[in-house]
């Protein structure tokens, strides 16, 4: 988070404020770049609080306790005046479910197989608020400046949209006429009054391909998600044991699901992303279920340092690679899933007699 004076209140003079940081945020290194005013409208605040009402969060309590600062920019910041939205292309190379079922390997999201994105752009935004500090300085205003990323409660997405990035898509994650799905976002609060960016046609139509592609159905509706049947939710957010109704159609996803976003033809549009730091390390692009599954803490944290895989833990992370073997029907695991039914952790126990069970019956 930057923060400077909160003088700004009254409107910066202001187009060629705007375009230059435009232009600084693209020599940074973001790929999208839109401005609106710290307002999200009242549909994104209902949508909000129907999510949570409904129960659909599931256990990310986290989101019930700030409600109305997620459903708002000035919830959390009442000085905001305007918003700068960015977002950074993770797109991949290749085909992202290319991994799905194949034996003894496990898929992790297309997101979490190099670096914490919330590092990188974070680290970028800092850079970015600052230029706008000097340069308003420069035209004799103090600007208020937060950053954020989305581990604080910021309505991100109707944001994105509202700053002409994409559109909320079915799915409900933002799609982008040249990026796809593949977005990363992040937003600079500002007490700055800045032109805001216009619109860029684009919608989802009559499309349903991210509906039907999703293992578990967790969208009751178009632009509904319920967050308790997602596999992202599943093997990230959920502690315990996961539901069993939901084990099979997990197949070998250890880590996130990419299948809603994928599916989107949006994406045809999308290059790989340029930024290194996102781009897939070849050990995680299918790596090994055995050598996964007997990870001790120590060795989980070496081989996901700097990874936003780590942020799980190992306990977490193992159940859901024992999910995964006991979905691959490889007999040649039951060795090693079998040495974890005792695991000190209750949760890696249970999956992993679940998994004997499946793989037994296979064998």
Known sequence: MVSGGFGARVPVSSSSLAERIRE????????????????TGPEAGERLRAFVADGRHGTMGWLAERVEARAH????????????????SYAPEGDPLATLGLPGAGNISVYARHRDYHD????????????????????????????????????????????????????????????GSWLLLGEVYTTLVLPPTAHRAGQCGSCTRCLVACPTDAFPAPYEMDARRCISYLTIEHAGPVPEEFRVAMGNRI?????????????????ESR????RARED???PDLAELAVLDDSGFRRLFSGSPIKRIGRGRFVRNVLIAAGNSGDARLLEVVQGLC??????VAEAARWACGRLGAAE
């Open 24 to 39: 600084r945020a693209f020599a940074l290194g973001f790929d999208a770049f839109g401005i609106c005013d710290a307002e």
């Open 73 to 88: 920019p000035q919830g959390l910041w009442p000085e905001a005046r305007s918003v700068i939205s960015v977002g950074m």
């Open 120 to 179: 990188i752009i974070k680290g970028l935004l800092k850079h970015l608020a600052q230029f706008v500090v000097v340069e308003s300085r420069r035209g004799g205003v103090e600007a208020g400046v937060k950053v954020f990323v989305d581990t604080a409660p910021v309505p991100e997405k109707p944001l994105a949209e509202r700053a002409g990035l994409g559109w909320q898509g079915k799915h409900t994650n933002v799609v982008s006429r040249d990026h």
């Open 255 to 271: 880590y996130g699901c990419d299948d809603c976003l994928a599916a989107c033809p949006w994406n045809r549009f999308a290059a």
């Open 275 to 278: 930024h290194l730091k996102l």
């Open 284 to 286: 995680l692009v299918a």
């Open 342 to 347: 005792e695991d000190s952790d209750p949760v």
